[in-house]
């Protein structure tokens, strides 16, 4: 007896896509089988999925929840929770979302993850797992005791070249500490996922523009600029060559960085692009309208072709991703801050996310079903180490599942939405939407309805496979 059959549906698996009838037994996938293979009387419940597209639930590698935004006052407040992000998440298909340890203050790195589990454990709709974060000065100590987390399904450092904005002081790693850990992740399993952007031509483009009043945010990829992505990503990826540590770029802005990924990639390094929509959709004129800084995140938003660029990298696997960096809060906070030195980062984005994504790549472009599904699901899995488990629609899998209605002809309403009271993404055509959302067998959300739990989300260990971490194997 099988607990849930999909039947009819169009199916994205690992060997194609089908007209497949999906199998489910408590939290994992039984079969994949020809149309009726499975009589309706062997399930218990069984789902019409004729004329849905039916595929992995969507994973977004890099979102930031509960998380310190710094105020122009000086005063700091705390983005929306995981559980705000996470019910937004699973209703829009995403069913696993990965955000951020970070050791914000000298504790052991343990204790940060313990406080981060309290902030999320029985607070999750969807399942999870954290990046570790380091910041800083980085004592020997911790680099010791990274050695033994990495192995404990902890296998990816966040580090930022960068301290992003001058009152943002202590974000950054000096380069010789990133040696060392580059050191510890080619040792230990890990991977390294990195900010990079140029801190002295970053903070050399603050002095100048405040000292010539051109301050406003406006002028964010001035400051923030192509070049800066070259030069860092460049030697980053050059200090990692060296120690051959296996790298994943985080939100990819530029054409310089594409380059820079897809040269160390023919030369054979295990490099990963993530793009984010928004720097695939919106450029630097888009902090022209109304609100414009709804649109931007670090480091910024960049010309027609740059886009192009980031496009393109999709074709030939020099962005493997296509992530939200998710900071879910009011309008009011988003744009309280306006000048280049105080705008908040991130995008509220999670939900909309499939959506926005199919209509861009699947009708829009004319990509094929599987790189969508790649793009936004199964790819973060394959390099964040939780492929096959999540990210395919296989026998043993995860029974992570959306459900999408292909037929659908809109644009993104805010009323149909579950994270804040604006969206980035109001107005953007849309040619699917989600119907049902399954996490781990459970149906978490159906036609707009939702049935998940706190208590529903669960931890992910983690653990990178050797292939792609010795080379560009994606
Ligand atoms: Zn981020």
């Not at 992000?85 to 790195?109: K, N, W």
């Amino acid at each position: 007896m099988f607990d849930l059959v999909i039947r009819g549906g169009s199916v994205v698996s690992p060997h194609g896509v089908g007209e497949w009838d999906v199998a489910i037994t408590g939290e994992r996938i039984a079969a994949l089988t020809e149309p009726g293979a499975i009589e309706p009387a062997s399930a218990r419940r069984n789902v019409n999925a004729a004329g849905r597209l039916v595929i992995p639930g969507g994973i977004d590698p890099h979102v930031h929840c509960k998380w310190h935004m710094p105020m122009p006052d000086g005063s700091a407040q705390l983005t929306d929770g995981p559980e705000v992000v996470s019910r937004a998440a699973l209703h829009g298909g995403t069913t696993t979302l990965i955000d951020f340890a970070a050791r914000s203050e000298p504790l052991p790195l343990r204790e940060i993850v313990a406080r981060r589990d309290a902030d999320w454990v029985d607070n999750c709709y969807c399942d999870y797992a954290y990046h570790l974060m380091l910041l800083g000065d980085i004592e020997p100590d911790v680099l010791s005791e990274l050695e033994g987390l990495l192995v404990d399904g902890y296998p990816t450092v966040k580090i930022f070249t960068t301290n992003i904005t001058p009152s943002r002081a202590g974000r950054m790693l000096h380069f010789g500490d990133i040696w060392e850990v580059f050191k510890i992740l080619s040792r230990n399993g890990g991977l390294g996922v990195i900010h990079a952007e140029d801190n002295d031509i970053v903070m050399h483009m603050y002095e100048k523009l405040i000292r010539e009043g051109r301050v406003s945010f406006h002028n964010l990829a001035e400051v923030h600029n192509a070049l800066s992505e070259d030069l860092s990503f460049r030697r980053v990826i050059h200090l990692a060559h060296a120690e051959r540590t296996p790298l994943y770029m985080m939100h990819v802005s530029a054409g310089t960085g594409v380059r820079a990924i897809r040269e160390a990639r023919a030369n054979g390094q295990a490099v990963y692009g993530e793009t984010l929509h928004q720097y695939m959709l919106y450029g630097s004129e888009d902090y022209r309208r109304t609100n414009g800084q709804i649109y931007h995140t670090y480091p910024s938003l960049k010309s027609p072709e740059d886009q192009a660029e980031l496009w393109a990298g999709t074709l030939d696997g020099s962005i493997n991703a296509v992530a939200t960096d998710e900071i879910c809060c009011s309008l009011r906070l988003k744009t309280i801050g306006d000048r280049i030195d105080d705008t908040t980062g991130g995008n509220a984005g999670v939900e909309p996310r499939l959506a926005v994504m199919y209509h861009e790549m699947v009708t829009q472009r004319g990509y094929s079903l599987e790189r969508y599904v790649d793009l936004v699901s199964s790819n973060a899995a394959r390099i964040m180490g939780l492929y096959p488990r999540k990210g395919a629609l296989a026998a043993g899998s995860d029974a992570d599942i959306a459900v999408l209605d292909p037929t659908v002809r809109r644009k993104v309403r805010l009323e149909d939405l579950h994270e804040t009271d604006y969206s980035p993404w109001e107005g953007h055509d849309v040619s699917a939407w989600p119907v049902m959302t399954i996490l781990r067998g459970k149906v978490v959300v159906e036609d707009g309805r939702f049935h998940g739990e706190r208590s529903d989300g669960r931890y992910l260990l983690r653990e990178i496979p050797d292939l792609i971490r010795e080379g560009p194997a994606l």
